[in-house]
Nanobody
Framework: QVQLVESGGGSVQAGSSLRLSCLSS????????MGWFRQAPGKEREFVAA????????NYADSVKGRFTISRDNAKNTVYLQMNSLKPEDTAVYYC????????????????????WGQGTQVTVCS
């Protein structure tokens, strides 16, 4: 089992920055690709960003490209999401997720392709 705990959410003004962290425990962190997803009220959970197990490849949703940066520190068992130039439409609960590196592809944007999930952290961006 893998346990994931997100932190770093909060309420900020539009244009501000936040850095989310997700601490992993349980199995070896470097065995997992990691993703960030978000879910706004009344909407489905959507892909935000993903990073492969080594950190060598990163992928982003078009809506956050150029503003958000995903990174990981395997020595600290932590994945990060740096969010800059936040907009009100970024308001959501943000979840981190882990995907076993043994899967056929190194990363995915699909919710169903991730094996473990955190409880989420709320991000609210005010205009």
């Amino acid at each position: 089992q893998v346990q994931l705990v997100e932190s770093g959410g909060g309420s900020v003004q539009a244009g501000s920055s936040l850095r989310l962290s997700c601490l992993s425990s349980g199995r070896t962190f470097s065995n997992y690709a990691m993703g960030w997803f978000r879910q706004a009220p009344g909407k489905e959970r959507e892909f935000v960003a993903a990073i492969t197990w080594s950190g060598g490849s990163k992928n982003y949703a078009d809506s956050v490209k150029g503003r958000f940066t995903i990174s990981r520190d395997n020595a600290k068992n932590t994945v990060y999401l740096q969010m800059n130039s936040l907009k009100p439409e970024d308001t959501a609960v943000y979840y981190c997720a882990a995907r076993d590196r043994g899967r056929a592809t190194p990363w995915s944007y699909a919710v169903a392709q991730y094996d473990y999930w955190g409880q989420g952290t709320q991000v609210t961006v005010c205009s």
